[in-house]
Each structure stands twice: as structure tokens, then as C-alpha cells.
């Protein structure tokens, strides 16, 4: 891994601490060797900040100190903290690079929409003339690379990891079980996940679309064993608006297109019904294959 403190190797670079300070004042910079310092940053998945370096590269010379600046603005709702590694390439020049003053590894925390420059001092030193393996290389460019990171993502995974232990020991599964496609004439494929299989044709004449009310009575199951988790038949029927997130997006995707009077039997994979959560109100465990029986009654 990359360590600030101790690193060095392996395109890390050197911190900068109290020791160096009289090496960097007596410090004669080779002004025979010029090198160009490129400058990049990424965030990683999940994290809704943009990140990038003021200046993409500056010229420098070995023995010279510079500063340079990378820009981060937390583009979502939330207020996020997030954390920074980097590393050096080429790697053998990563023994050279010394950070004065980093913003690696210490925790940034940005407001919602609140932009931040971060600063980044360093030098290389005099002895990367000397480096055979640069000499070798030819090496006139050095590039430092940054990517940030929330900081929550790691207690997510343990919160992750946790559920499926607990998962485990209960007996539950810790992953999607195999789908069984159903076959038959009547079977139609809507999406990887999704199918519908029309017992009863409509009127062929209002359709559900998103942004519609659609009125219907569900029978849901449970897929291997049929068991019933919830049903309006002879009750009231459940009414949502069509493709706005307000059902399950198995079910969303399998009720597009449904014509009023028609009914359908929709067959979920657990991707595209309640997935590693389950559903605790009607006891449907994680990763289960469901079934929903929908009749629908009008749309609006």
C-alpha cells in the first residue's frame, strides 16, 4: 500500500519532516536538467465530488521547490468527507519526490456544493540526476496522480460484510439464487431479470405508462415455494403512479405497456425485486425470486 511516512518505493513518494529542513535551505537546484511534472486526479466510484489539478503540468528543476494546486467540489446533496492517496510514475522516481506540505491522507470534509483548493509543496531532489535506472529511462517527465475517496465506503463494506455473516449463521443466502426463466407461449421477456407471462389479455385500448396512475390487485409470492407475502383480492386495490420510483423497478419494468382488464403474472430475479435487503414487512428474505400476480383494474 502507500505509505506518506516511510514511502519512497514503488511510486510513492518522501514526507517531508523537521530534519529536512536545512537540507532543502542548502539545496543547489541542477539547472542543467529540467523536468516536467503532470499533474492528474480521480475520485473514486461513489463519490459525487469533481477533482482536479489547477495547472496539468509545471516545469521544475531538481533541488527547486514548487507549489502546485488540485481543486475539489462536493457535487451532491450531502455533506461528505473524503480522504486522498496518490502515487508517482515512474516509479523509481517516487524516491525523489519529497512533500513539504500534503493534503494526502488527512480527512477533507466539503459541504454540499462547497469548493476547496488543496495545496501540494514538494521538490525532487538533486539526486534524481544521479539514478541510473532514470538515466536509463530517459526520464524527463514525472507524473504525481491523486484519487480521493469517501470516507464512508469502507464502513459500508463492513456494514456489507457484517449482514452476510449474520446471513450466513441464520441460514439465510448471501447471494442471488439461480433464476429459473420461465417458458411457455405466453412468456415474454421484458429485461434481463424480468418476465411476464399474460394469463388474461386487455382491452387493448388505455396502457400504462410512466407518469400515469395505474389501479390494479396484486397477489405477490414467493417464488420456490409460493408462498403469499401480500394480496387486495377481495380488498382494496393498490394504486401507484407508473415509473417514478414509487415500486419496485422488477415490477415498474414488467407493468409498462399493461392494457386495462389485462392480467399478467410478472417473474422477478431477486436483482429486480427487494435484492440483498429482502423485505422485513412481509418477510421476504434477501436474495429471494418473486412473483406478482397483477390484474389491472384502470389507469388514470
Known amino acids: 500500500g502507500i505509505n506518506a511516512e516511510y514511502g519512497g518505493y514503488g511510486g510513492t513518494t518522501k514526507k517531508h519532516n523537521e530534519e529536512d529542513n536545512a537540507r532543502v535551505r542548502d539545496m543547489?537546484?541542477?539547472?542543467?536538467?529540467p523536468i516536467t511534472v503532470q499533474f492528474s486526479g480521480t475520485v473514486n466510484p461513489g463519490l459525487d465530488w469533481s477533482f482536479v489539478p489547477v495547472q496539468k503540468s509545471v516545469s521544475i528543476v531538481p533541488g527547486e521547490t514548487c507549489l502546485a494546486f488540485f481543486t475539489a467540489k462536493n457535487n451532491s446533496s450531502r455533506v461528505i468527507t473524503g480522504i486522498s492517496t496518490y502515487n508517482v510514475t515512474p516509479f523509481e522516481a517516487g524516491a525523489y519526490f519529497n512533500k513539504i506540505q500534503c493534503f494526502c491522507f488527512d480527512e477533507q470534509t466539503l459541504n454540499p456544493g462547497e469548493e476547496l483548493d488543496m495545496p501540494v509543496f514538494f521538490y525532487i531532489d538533486p539526486e534524481f540526476v544521479y539514478d541510473s535506472t532514470l538515466i536509463n529511462l530517459n526520464c524527463a517527465d514525472v507524473a504525481l496522480h491523486y484519487t480521493f475517496f469517501d470516507t464512508e465506503e469502507?464502513?459500508?463494506m463492513f456494514v456489507e460484510f457484517a449482514r452476510d455473516v449474520k446471513a450466513y449463521l441464520k441460514g439465510d443466502r448471501t447471494e442471488p439464487p439461480p433464476f429459473d426463466i420461465p417458458e411457455g407461449e405466453n412468456i415474454v421477456k421484458v429485461n434481463d431479470g424480468v418476465?411476464?407471462?399474460?394469463?388474461r389479455k386487455g382491452y387493448d385500448k388505455d396502457f400504462i405508462y410512466p407518469g400515469c396512475t395505474a389501479v390494479v390487485h396484486v397477489t405477490g409470492?414467493?417464488?420456490d415455494t409460493g408462498k403469499i407475502f401480500w394480496s387486495t383480492r377481495g380488498g382494496t386495490p393498490f394504486q401507484y403512479t407508473a415509473g417514478t420510483g414509487s415500486v419496485i423497478d422488477g415490477w415498474d419494468d414488467g407493468c409498462m405497456g399493461m392494457s386495462e382488464g389485462e392480467i399478467t403474472k410478472i417473474h422477478l430475479a431477486s436483482t429486480k425485486a427487494y435484492g440483498k435487503l429482502g423485505n422485513r414487512s412481509w418477510d421476504i428474505p434477501r436474495h429471494t425470486n418473486i412473483d406478482f400476480e397483477i390484474e389491472v383494474m384502470a389507469i388514470r
Open 195 to 199: 418476465y411476464k407471462e399474460i394469463i
Open 221 to 223: 409470492t414467493i417464488a
Open 154 to 156: 469502507p464502513k459500508k
Open 28 to 33: 543547489q537546484p541542477v539547472e542543467w536538467r
